[in-house]
């Protein structure tokens, strides 16, 4: 159930700037997701120095550290995507010591969280989204269905966000939804 504290404009600044926590611990609190946070942080007018936009700190976190994106989010206090953005932002390439990791985690140009396993001959690209439906119903659930995000927002992989669907029933669904762009690459 989500509390819907991040709503109150004084709450939400003495948690962030008083009580220093990030957008995921609140996030964490609220049962929300931290683009919400972020949304409600940006509306309030309530920031802080940002360190995931400083090309400085994201050069020597990525390249010179040999961090994954996912890392530095981490270490920074706020999503991939946002580190992701910042650094396409700053022309940062991604580091060959970080292309020649095994396991990566990334996100696809579509928008999805994916982790990629590299071995000799080729790279397995695997959605986060399908995952985690793996680890909520089973692989034989999963085998041959759409896993879709019922809010539409491709990287809240939250499980009550996520249902199975049937190739057929996803495009009847999109298609009674025009709003709402289809994915086939579920």
Known sequence: ?????????NWLRTEYLEKEKTMKEISEMC???QATIKKYLDRYDISRFKPWEDKETLEYL??????????VAERLGTSPTTVHENM?????????QNRNR?????IHRSGYFEWQFQDKQKT???????LLAVAEF??????????????????DNRRE????MSRSDHMTYHNNHPGFKNDSEN
């Open 102 to 106: 095994e396991l990566y985690f990334d």
């Open 88 to 96: 396409v932002r700053h022309r940062i390439e991604r580091s060959k």
């Open 138 to 155: 089973g692989f034989e659930a999963v085998k041959n269905k759409i896993v879709h995000h019922k809010n539409h927002m491709k990287m």
């Open 161 to 164: 966000n996520l249902e199975l």
């Open 124 to 130: 397995i690209h695997v959605r986060e989204h399908r």
């Open 31 to 33: 049962g929300v997701c």
């Open 62 to 71: 990525y390249n010179e550290k040999g961090l994954l994106q996912s890392e």
């Open 1 to 9: 159930m989500t509390d819907k504290k991040y709503r109150d404009k």
